[in-house]
Each structure stands twice: as structure tokens, then as C-alpha cells.
């Protein structure tokens, strides 16, 4: 299992960071969880071929983490001449939301173009462990709102486990997405905060790594106040993403 970071930044793209969206790849297939707005930008950037992605994993409905993919789909219509059939999976309420998505950037996409490939939305139950393509994937429900259930997210390829966050705060429905993966990204919007609403602080993560059990843990999704003190995070022994940082897992 190999992960490129394509983009690792908040909402607002501090630090001048791309939206989230990382790339897994695996002897089953190459997934994007996440694809943020900026996503084809920094696909693009990367020199990735999105013709190698099989699939996109979303954690949860808000524009940073899945606005991106009207851009990818019509890009993979237009430009990469793209044949192979793409699946989407997210939370409920995904396929109605990609819909909507497409039709506000792009009127009469989804119904006016002839699509060269076929794709799919699949809506993933909570809690309930799925089948996608080829890959164990696990949700949980997390503390962040979307208008739709926000998920952390647990995928295994059967060798490797890979684990997310997603944006929350604190919840202990993180320790089973957490425990024994051999990495576990986890979004660490701000330095301190004790009460911060749908996000999590390094204030509030650093007091339970140790509750988390995975066997590496790595901070994303963070802004200026956090990217300023990472140096914190790295003294305990977390690692901290970046754009372009790609790893084995």
C-alpha cells in the first residue's frame, strides 16, 4: 500500500495547501479518499495520470473534501479520453449531492453528455464493513456537519490498513478507525482550542494519541495557528502531511 498527499490543506487552502485528497494505491486498485475542490489542480500539478484511479473514497458532503469531482469527471470525459469505469463511494446522501454538485457547476452535464465511461455512485451504510473494489472500508459517524453523515474512514487491502479521520472533533468513535492501522491520518485544524466545533485542536489530540493505537499517526487538514507550532507535533512523534509527501504504509 503506497500514499501520495495530493493535498492536505483546510478549507480556505492555508499555507497555500491544496484541499484534501490522497491517493492509495494497492495490488487491488488506486483510490482518491477525498477530492477536495483544488483536487484536479493538484492532480495536475503532480503529473498523476487520473486514468489510474479506480475509485473515490469521500469521508463526508462539504466542498473540500468532494467539490473537486465535477472537475475530475468532466476532465476525465474531455481530456483523458478516459474508457475505464470510475466508482464513487461516500456516505448516504452522496449520490444525490454529486448530482446537484454537477448540475450547479455544469448545467445539463450529468443529462446533456454522452459519458465515454461508466460511473457510479455507491452510498456506504455506517458502520457496516463494504466491499470496494477489492477493499475492506469501514465508516463511523464523526462530530462535524454536512448535511449528510460525516465519516471517519477504516480500508484495508487485506496486507495494509489505512485510516482517516475525516473532519471531526473529538470522538471515541475514532478508536476503532484508529486502532492498529498502520497509519491514521488525523485532522488537526488548530494549535489550542478546547472547544472547537466539528474540528479537533493539537490542544485536545496531543492529550489522546495514546488512546488511538495505530501504528503511525499523521496531522492534515490544518491552519495557520497549527502549521505555525508543527514542530510540536513532530517533537511527539506525530508525522505531519504535506502536498506531494508520498510513503509506503
Known amino acids: 500500500m503506497h500514499l501520495t498527499i495530493v493535498g492536505c490543506g483546510d478549507a480556505f487552502g492555508s499555507g497555500g495547501r491544496y484541499n484534501t485528497c490522497f491517493m ?33 473514497v469521500l469521508s463526508h458532503l462539504h466542498g473540500d473534501h468532494f467539490g473537486g469531482l465535477p472537475f475530475f469527471l468532466l476532465h476525465a470525459q474531455f481530456l483523458a479520453k478516459r474508457e475505464k469505469p470510475l466508482t464513487i463511494a461516500g456516505p448516504p446522501g452522496t449520490r444525490a449531492r454529486v448530482d446537484t454538485l454537477l ?13 465515454r465511461f461508466a460511473w457510479d455512485v455507491e452510498e456506504i451504510a455506517v458502520g457496516v464493513e463494504t466491499d470496494v473494489l477489492g477493499h475492506s472500508l469501514r465508516t463511523a459517524e464523526v462530530i462535524h456537519q454536512s448535511g449528510a453523515p460525516s465519516t471517519a474512514l477504516r480500508i484495508g487491502d487485506g496486507n495494509k490498513v489505512f485510516a482517516y479521520s475525516g473532519d ?4 471515541d468513535a475514532l478508536l476503532p478507525i484508529a486502532r492498529d492501522a498502520d497509519l491514521f491520518i488525523c485532522e ?14 493539537w490542544e485536545i489530540l496531543k492529550a489522546r494519541l ?6 503511525r499517526t499523521m496531522i492534515t487538514h490544518m491552519n495557520d495557528t ?23 504504509i
Open 188 to 201: 488537526c485544524y488548530a494549535y489550542a482550542g478546547s472547544k472547537m466545533t466539528g474540528h479537533m485542536s
Open 168 to 171: 471531526t472533533e473529538w470522538t
Open 210 to 215: 495514546g488512546e488511538l493505537r495505530a501504528k
Open 24 to 56: 492509495l494505491e494497492t495490488a487491488k486498485a488506486t483510490l482518491l479518499v477525498d477530492c477536495g475542490a483544488s483536487s484536479m489542480t493538484a492532480l495536475n500539478a503532480q503529473k498523476i495520470d487520473t486514468n489510474r484511479i479506480d475509485g473515490v
Open 103 to 115: 448540475e450547479a457547476c455544469f448545467p445539463k452535464s450529468k443529462t446533456g453528455i454522452k459519458w
Open 226 to 248: 497549527m502549521l505555525a507550532k508543527i514542530d510540536d507535533a513532530k517533537a511527539a512523534g506525530v508525522l505531519v502531511a504535506e502536498d506531494g509527501l508520498a510513503l509506503a
